[in-house]
């Protein structure tokens, strides 16, 4: 069982729906990334949360640590959200060493 | 600011060939690794460090080596190219394990 686990791995919307992204992880954490790949693009970190809730934007994303579980959502999505969504949460007791999950694969259609 | 600079962006090696590909960041982090980026497997750490002198294998170390002489830069090396290293590259820095991470634009490595 991988350590850092997202759903759905794709995720086909129409322009103007609300997006969930769902992540969950099976140690203790400090903080959460979320982080955005477009296609043959470089990785843009979006948020990073410790607790509570975010808000940038169109994005907001939550974390409950105790339940180990963070969603990420898109309000009024549009085409160019389109990519792939990255959950990753530190892990060891230095560096960025990150562990990622597979990603969701999002496609928002005009 | 130019945040997390890699280079070369693309790369052909020969098996057996060694190459470095580099990794320089401005911001005066000192937490630098390396990721790899495959199909289906998403991001893998490779060597991380948490500060100049300092290095640590990650999950896939074999066949790249890491050294970190000075804060801004953490080159990687390819002893001797093999297909299995086929991949996208990625490095990232970060200014302590809890703060946000930059990551580089990407190096697209293949070995034929």
């Known amino acids: 069982k991988n350590e850092v686990e997202q759903s759905p791995q794709n995720l086909t919307a129409q322009e103007g729906e609300f997006i969930t992204i769902n992540c969950s992880y099976s140690?203790?954490?400090?903080?959460l990334h979320w982080l955005q790949q477009h296609p043959g693009g470089g990785i843009v970190s979006l948020f990073m949360?410790?607790?509570g809730k975010k808000k940038h934007g169109r994005l907001i994303a939550t974390i409950n640590i105790q339940e180990k579980h963070s969603s990420l959502h898109i309000t009024a999505s549009h085409p160019r959200d389109s990519a792939v969504y990255i959950c990753?949460?530190?892990?060891?007791?230095?560096?960025?060493?990150?562990?990622f999950g597979e990603g969701t694969q999002l496609t928002v259609n005009p | 600011n130019a945040g997390v600079t890699q280079t070369p962006k693309f790369q052909v090696l020969k098996t057996g060939q060694s190459m470095t590909l580099q990794c320089a960041q401005d911001?005066?982090?000192?937490?630098m690794s390396w990721y790899r980026q495959d199909p289906g497997m998403g991001l893998r750490l490779i060597h991380y460090?948490?500060?100049?002198?300092?290095?640590d294998q990650g999950e896939v170390p074999n066949g790249y080596n890491v050294s970190r002489s000075t804060t801004e830069d953490f080159p990687l090396r390819l002893l001797s190219a093999a297909p299995s290293q086929t991949s996208v590259y990625f490095c990232?820095?970060?200014?302590?394990?809890?703060?946000?991470?930059?990551f580089g634009q990407g190096t697209r490595l293949t070995v034929v």
């Open positions: 460090s948490v500060g100049a002198g300092i290095t």
């Open positions: 140690v203790g954490i400090s903080a």
């Open positions: 990232a820095s970060s200014y302590s394990r809890i703060t946000e991470a930059f």
């Open positions: 990753a949460v530190p892990l060891g007791t230095s560096g960025s060493r990150l562990t």
């Open positions: 949360l410790s607790s």
């Open positions: 911001m005066n982090h000192e937490y």
